[in-house]
């Protein structure tokens, strides 16, 4: 690209003094922020530090609340993904926008098909063309007919990148979009980023995983709390430095601190063998009483499922799985909560899994402990209030109005209410799914010292998260997962972000202390 | 091989509503005296309102919807035809372009209300559903009009009588034969739902359904697309009208015809194979299903009574026969519970 040299030193996405608000929560404060063309700019940021609104702003899916959008110098102002993706700006969003019941071709050119002499859509012409995207990206293995939602997961991320790819951006946003692909496909995905940013295209590039950005970034900027901490060149701070920035204290504080154990506690859960075919490969855990255990590893690793094998969700799970020694089967939630098993699921999402949103907050506080709170066929009313008051004064939940519907409350607040729904069930062993995903700084904190002070009380975690830190903060052990099977158990001092790393990606670990060092 | 594993495995739905329409079709014929074109085509008048309706149905349900208003809309078309389409000649073919025109015009307004106002569209076309049954009763208080008989003849039988009645052609031998409404039929599909499916505006509303969300983030026109199902909708009920106009010769504000009408194009729809959920199906399947549902009504008056099992042909069991096809037809579809790993993905 000859004008490429030029054209590369001028910003060509600039944001000036951009805000956006939901409701009383500022999820980005007067930012300003600047990528040019030809780059792979990295956004990184903990999760709620503002990079989605950022992404939905870039890309026409919220207006921000005050500030303004200059795309090659131009001022813009987007009011949908349409008007973005018309103006070269295309994001490849972390939640697939694939329709499922569409082919693969179809999906590819959604928006602007081949069309015949008579204005009507090509088949062929797609077809082929879908062939040619699907090989640019390295999977001519994906047949264009087929329907999106009858491939594997890995599958349809490349199909969504091959879709972005095909309508020739300039602005490429990729909001963790490698998140499920396996390891060859990403050195695909590698290679093609690799050459767009030759093309001279502007790539915003968001991942939680250092070493990708290590990879593949040449400028870096972190947020934080819904502002623009710093943007510098990639290898200008080391590891350690940008994970302070993004966090912005010493984060030895946040978590309670860890009890001292003299002898292993009893165990309460004892999982054995656990298949669940083809994604769980018998897995062995118990978790002790009064214990927290860690799951970590990558994403879609099988730790989503092996939470629900235990919850009694999925069909036809092999192995054993005991609670205080006696032997159980689950076949459903229903079952999970009696009071003989006390089970709770904190699930992932909580407006789809966690919270009833249209119903009120009080209401979804006692749904999963409604069968322990009737007088004879009807709910015990005042029973229902006082347990109610109890626990938004035991959570400090903050609502207004407890007749309000739970949809109106913020993100922490949300949390608050589906945990508190399961602590009312008495519930001894605690599962939880990602359960600080979203979730203000503060409100984590909270969740932390509760999860800590129920351990103490004699309950059993089992804390799925996505987040390093609370793996090492938080729980007393932590299982690695990878393909579906526990690779590692780490402890004590082995219990540090690199050892996460290197198991979560199945490497021995010398190795990538080695490349940290380098 | 592969790509016919893939139309197979793309099609089943529609495939078992063929299925089930032969089986139940060959039945009918074994059962019938002298069976030949003439029966075809009263078994064809009989069904090709129904067809129509169901595809209409099947517009709504293909965005994830679906449309109360249909058999009412027909009603109000039946009621507005008998008034329009009354006399001869040119005037006639005025009529049915008139009628086209209300009916695409009501669809289109129920786009409106349900894509403007964020009402959803069950609720959106009942009231309008009540409405236009309340200006057909406008129209027609009590049954009447009369349409040429000529014309109501001529059109509704089959080539051949097209060809005497108007003097336009003599005996075509087995081509005569063929009666007319299998050819409006292919007609209406070749002009109207070929494009739109081949459509960026139709590939759009299959997108709608199939998830709302990735439609709109993939940059899909969706205010666009679910006004086009729906107006296309209203532009199918508006030609059921039509058609029981020229069968029955003058106009009826049926309510319970009409309501009976709608629930049945939703059965069309479903034993056709398209999901209820949206983004699959079509009315290709929509046609089959019809033919099914009215296969079954015809067995019951060529069975009789006093066969052995007779008594099972009693006319006033039909509905319940129709219900047990309709059960068997979604229960087939909804076999893949029974291969589902996960408890979560049941009620997704």
């Known amino acids: ?518 | 091989m592969k790509s016919l594993r893939l139309f197979l495995s793309q099609n089943l739905g529609l495939l078992l509503a063929i299925a089930m329409f032969a089986v139940l079709y060959a039945f009918y014929v074994s059962q019938y005296p002298n069976w030949g074109m003439n029966v075809v085509l009263q078994n064809g008048n009989e069904t090709l309102a129904l067809i129509l309706v169901g595809m209409a149905q099947t517009m709504a349900v293909i965005v994830g919807g679906l449309d109360l208003s249909v058999g009412p809309l027909m009603t109000l078309t039946n009621c507005f035809g008998s008034i329009v389409m009354a006399g001869t000649g040119g005037s006639v073919v005025l009529g049915i372009i008139a009628c086209m025109a209300l009916g695409t015009a009501c669809g289109f307004m129920n786009g409106c209300i349900i894509v403007y106002g964020r009402i959803q569209p069950i609720i959106a076309t009942l009231a309008t559903g009540a409405i236009f049954l309340g200006l057909a009763l406008l129209l027609r208080p009590s049954p009447g009009g009369s349409i040429d008989g000529d014309f109501a003849w001529a059109f509704t039988n089959d080539i051949n009588e097209l060809g005497y009645t108007y003097g336009w052609w003599e005996d075509l031998g087995f081509f005569g034969k063929i009666p007319l409404q299998p050819i409006y039929l292919i007609l209406i599909v070749l002009l109207v739902w070929v494009p739109f499916k081949r459509s960026v505006t139709g590939r759009g509303a299959y997108a709608i359904g199939s998830n709302a969300h990735a439609a709109y983030m993939s940059g899909v026109r969706i205010d666009r697309s679910k006004i086009a199902a729906f107006t296309l909708a209203g532009f199918f009920a508006g030609c059921a009208g039509i058609y029981l106009t020229m069968q029955m010769g003058s106009g009826n504000a049926d309510a319970p015809q009409a309501a009976e009408y709608t629930l049945r194009s939703i059965a069309t729809v479903v034993i056709g194979g398209t999901s209820l959920y949206g983004g699959t199906g079509g009315v290709i399947g929509t046609i089959f299903g019809a033919l099914v549902l009215r296969s079954i009504s015809f067995i019951f008056r060529v069975v009789p009574e006093s066969a052995p099992l007779g008594f099972v042909a009693s006319p006033l069991l039909q509905p319940f026969f129709e219900g047990l096809i309709l059960l068997v037809a979604v229960s087939l579809g909804a076999a893949r519970v029974f291969r589902v790993k996960n408890r979560l993905s049941l009620f997704s």
């Not at chain 1, 009507?120 to 001519?140: F, P, T, Y």
């Open chain 1, 1 to 518: 690209m000859p004008e490429g040299a030029t054209a590369a030193q001028a910003a060509y996405l600039e944001m000036r003094g951009i805000s956006k608000n939901y409701g009383g929560v500022h999820a980005l404060s007067n930012v300003d922020f600047s990528a040019r063309r030809g780059s792979i700019h990295a956004v990184l940021g903990e999760n709620g530090a503002g990079k989605s609104t950022l992404i939905k702003i870039v890309s026409g899916v919220v207006a921000p609340s005050t500030g303004t959008l200059h795309l090659d110098g131009k001022p813009v102002e987007f009011r949908t993904p349409l008007e973005a993706n018309a103006a070269g700006v295309v994001c490849i969003f972390q939640e697939l926008s694939l329709m499922p019941d569409l082919s693969v071709a179809d999906n590819i050119s959604i928006t602007a098909p081949p069309r015949t002499k008579l204005g009507l859509i090509d088949g062929r012409a797609q077809r082929r063309r879908a062939e040619e995207l699907l090989a640019r990206v390295g999977c001519e293995d994906i047949d264009p007919r087929e329907r999106v939602k009858n491939l594997p997961l890995s599958r349809r991320q490349m199909v969504e990148i091959a879709k972005a790819l095909g309508r020739n951006p300039t602005l490429l946003i990729l909001d963790e979009a490698t998140s499920a692909l396996t390891g060859t496909d990403v050195e695909k995905v590698y290679g093609i980023l690799h050459a767009l940013r030759k093309d001279g295209l502007c790539l915003l590039y968001i991942s939680h995983r250092m070493h990708e950005i290590e990879e593949l970034a040449d400028t870096c900027s972190v947020f934080r709390n819904g502002q623009h901490i710093e943007t510098f060149a990639a290898g200008a701070h080391s590891h350690d430095d940008i994970v302070q920035l993004m966090i912005g204290r010493d984060w030895s504080n946040v978590f309670p601190e860890k009890p001292k154990w003299d002898t292993p506690p009893a165990p309460a859960l004892e999982v054995e063998n656990l298949t669940w075919a083809p994604t769980l490969n018998n897995l062995t855990l118990s978790v002790g009483k009064g214990e927290i255990v860690g799951v970590g590893g990558l994403d879609g690793q099988g730790q989503r499922e092996l939470l629900l094998a235990l919850f009694g969700v999925l069909r036809g799970v092999g192995g054993t799985m005991k609670i205080d020694g006696r032997p159980v089967k689950l076949g459903s939630p229903a079952e999970a909560k009696q009071p003989e098993n006390g089970i709770a699921l904190i699930p992932e999402d909580r407006k789809t899994e966690g919270l009833m949103l249209p119903m009120s907050v009080a209401e979804n506080i006692t749904i999963a402990a409604l069968p322990w709170l009737t007088k004879g066929l009807v709910i015990d009313q005042s029973a229902e209030a006082d347990k109610i008051r109890e626990m938004v004064e035991r959570m400090q939940i903050k609502a207004g109005d407890l007749d309000q519907e739970v949809a109106n409350l913020s993100g922490g607040n949300q949390q608050k209410v589906v945990i508190a729904k399961w602590l009312l069930t008495g519930a001894r062993i605690i599962l939880l799914n990602d359960p600080t995903r979203g979730i203000d700084v503060g409100t984590k904190q909270e969740i932390y010292a509760l999860l800590r002070g129920l351990a103490a009380d004699g309950a059993s975690i089992l804390f799925y998260t996505t987040d390093y830190d609370e793996l090492i903060g938080c729980c007393d052990r932590v299982l690695i997962l990878y393909d579906g099977a526990i690779v590692r158990e780490l402890t004590g001092e082995a219990l540090t972000e690199t050892n996460i790393i290197a198991s979560s990606l199945n490497l021995p670990s010398e190795r990538t202390s080695a490349e940290a060092a380098r």
